[in-house]
Structures are given as C-alpha cells and as structure tokens.
C-alpha cells in the first residue's frame, strides 16, 4: 500500500512564529487531506488538497503531485494550533492512508 | 447542518465482550468509513460502506463487522473485545469531492 511519511514528527514553537510541515507520499493520490486533531481526539478538516495551493486564514497548503510531497504552512503561530497535525492520502482506491502525524506545541 | 455524528462517546468494556458503535453521516452523504486509532498512531482504516454495500476492508480480525442502514447511518461491531481493541474509533462520512470529514469518535477502553 501507499507509504505516507511525516516531518518534523515533534514541533516546539514560540506564540507567533512560523513553521512548515512536510508529507511526502509514495505513490499518485487523487485524494490528500490535512487534518489538526484537537485534545479532545477529533479530526478537523484543514484542506482537502490533492494538488495546487489553497490558503485558510493563517494556514496554507501546497501539494506538488508530481513530486508526491505536500506542505502545510502555519503562520503567526498560536497556542491554539497545538495538537497533532495529520497528511493523510487515497491512491485510487477507498481508503484513506494517514501518516504517522506532526506533533506541534506552541509555547505562549 | 449536523456534522458526522457517534455514539457512545465513551466506553467501557470488558474482555470476550462485545460492543457497538454508532455513526450518522453529513445529511446527504452516502458514503460511510470507519478507522481506528490506537493511541500515538495515525487512524487505521477499517470498512467503508456506500449505499449499504461494502465497499473496502482493513487489515482487521472478523471480529470486526460493520453494516450500514437505509438511511446511510451505520453501526461497527466488534465481537470477543481483546485489551488490543481499546482505541478511539472514528467515523467519517465522504463528501462530493471525495473528501472525508469526521465525527467526534468514540473511544472504548477494554478491560
């Protein structure tokens, strides 16, 4: 199956900085979500973003298909964003493959 | 609108129990999956139905079952709990896009 890698797999920040993480994939997808999950376990949607460049608020994304790797951009950091950030990818078929999650904590 | 939604949040059972969990999908979502996540891991795909068939199985024991309703609601079983089973069981619902969206989850600690 499609081998899905996250990095950093831990992320200490200060309140306002900035940071970028990375998903890369091993195969063609026609699906990549990233996801935050919050303290309480539940998965919230932050892009659905199979390829191109989409921004939300302080959050951006871009997924290079070609290259099978995506990227999410995390600006003016807040302790709200800390949490566990998941890439997760469908190569053709119905399931979708997660990585093993960014774990983030923003230090006020 | 509702979002996805399930129940039990909480639970907890015993070994060789049994257990089930129920899930309501976005209105108008036809498409239901479930996955496992056991603590410190990435969820883990278990079934995903659409229009009440089957559609995909995990890499899971037949211990777990799934069925979905006519109102595209569904429900996973799973039968002789081990210590192994206790997780956060997710639920999603898949949108036109194809896109998943997930409900709270409910997580069963087996004794």
């Known amino acids: 199956g499609i081998q899905v890698e996250q990095s950093p797999p831990d992320l200490i920040l200060q309140e306002g900085a900035n940071s970028t993480l990375r998903c890369n994939f091993s195969d063609s997808v026609n699906n990549l979500q990233w996801f935050h999950q919050n303290p309480w376990g539940q998965l919230i949607n932050l892009f659905y973003i199979p390829s191109g460049t989409k921004q939300n608020g302080r959050l951006s994304a871009t997924t290079v298909a070609t290259e099978r790797y995506s990227l999410l951009y995390i600006s003016s950091s807040q302790t709200t964003d800390s949490g566990v950030y998941f890439c997760?990818?469908?190569?053709?078929?119905?399931?979708?493959?997660f990585g093993a999650g960014t774990t983030v904590t923003v230090r006020a | 609108d509702a979002g996805v939604t399930q129940s039990p949040t909480h639970l907890i059972k015993t070994r060789g129990q049994h257990v089930t969990l129920r899930c309501s999908p976005i209105?108008?979502?036809?498409?239901v999956s479930w996955y496992q996540q056991v603590l410190g891991q990435g969820p883990q795909f278990i079934f995903q139905?659409?229009?009440?068939?089957?559609?995909g199985r995990g890499n899971f024991p037949d211990r777990f079952s799934a069925r979905q309703f006519p109102n595209y609601s569904s429900e996973l079983n799973v039968n002789a709990l081990l210590l192994g089973d206790s997780a956060l069981y997710l639920c999603?619902?898949?949108?036109?896009?194809?896109?998943?969206?997930f409900g709270e989850g409910s997580r069963l600690t087996v004794l």
């Open positions: 999603a619902s898949t949108g036109p896009a194809g896109e998943l969206f």
């Open positions: 139905y659409y229009e009440k068939e089957e559609r």
């Open positions: 997760a990818v469908r190569a053709g078929d119905y399931k979708l493959s």
């Open positions: 209105s108008g979502h036809k498409s």
